[in-house]
């Protein structure tokens, strides 16, 4: 079992930033990928960002060059700095981590982001 837990989320401007963060705890020694998926009403939850426990990242077209990924192993944490936001960005953002040791995905409760226009 593996507990996922987000912070740092809540109201900005347009243009503004924010960081999220995200602490794993449990069985996190086989875990794999960690990253950030996000979700707003009525449609799917879609890829934000991911990096691999080989440090390789991936990023979702609409947020490269302002979403930076990050991960300190140490922490067991998972950062998302989020530049240049935008009313679209506006979401629940939620932390998973892919488990290499039983195969399951884990996700966090989620976190609000509201970008105001």
């Known amino acids: 079992q593996v507990q996922l837990v987000e912070s740092g989320g809540g109201l900005v401007q347009a243009g503004g930033s924010l960081s999220l963060s995200c602490v794993a705890s449990?069985?996190?020694?086989?875990?794999?990928?960690m990253g950030w998926y996000r979700q707003t009403p009525g449609k799917q939850r879609e890829l934000v960002a991911t990096?691999?426990?080989?440090?390789?990242?991936n990023y979702a077209d609409s947020v490269k060059g302002r979403f930076t990924i990050s991960r300190d192993y140490a922490k067991n944490t998972v950062y998302l700095q989020m530049n240049s936001l935008k009313s679209e960005d506006t979401a629940v953002y939620y932390c998973?981590?892919?488990?290499?040791?039983?195969?399951?995905?884990?996700w966090g409760a989620g976190i609000l982001v509201t970008v105001s226009s």
């Open positions: 449990g069985s996190i020694l086989w875990i794999n990928a």
């Open positions: 990096v691999t426990s080989g440090g390789s990242k």
């Open positions: 998973y981590g892919a488990h290499g040791g039983d195969g399951m995905v884990y």
